[in-house]
């Protein structure tokens, strides 16, 4: 899977959240770990309204290859508000199945 592909699937997941389509996103990622509940309770005890960051964000993703998993990757990204920057972050697992990319909602957190 290409960065570029990462930074793709980085800006969806981040637009779900945004524009709050909870169930689209559990949907999308089957699921696994956070239901649409838990992704709207956490972007709800964040506070503020989330936007989409600036477009150089995107370009500074931490992304790392998940060992003995080839072609599955740890991306993270921080969420942003009216405000700017908040302290809180998105981790995501993304890896190929099928030819496409699967996408696994780890957590949404304060770091």
Not at 42 to 57: F, R, S
Not at 65 to 94: C, H, K, M, Y
Request: no cysteine; hydrophobic share 40%.
């Amino acid at each position: 899977m290409s960065p570029n592909d990462l930074t793709l699937v980085a800006r969806h997941v981040m637009k779900l959240l945004v524009e709050r389509r909870f169930d689209e996103l559990e949907e999308a990622t089957g699921g696994k770990r956070l239901s649409a509940d838990d992704m709207e309770g956490a972007i709800d005890d964040m506070g503020g309204e989330l936007v989409m960051p600036p477009e150089n964000v995107w370009r500074d993703l931490d992304v790392v290859a998940i060992r003995n998993w080839p072609g599955a990757f740890n991306v993270q990204f921080e969420l942003w508000t009216r405000s700017g920057r908040s302290d809180w972050s998105v981790e995501l697992t993304v890896h190929s199945k099928g030819g496409k990319p699967a996408i696994e909602l780890d957590d949404i957190h304060p770091h």
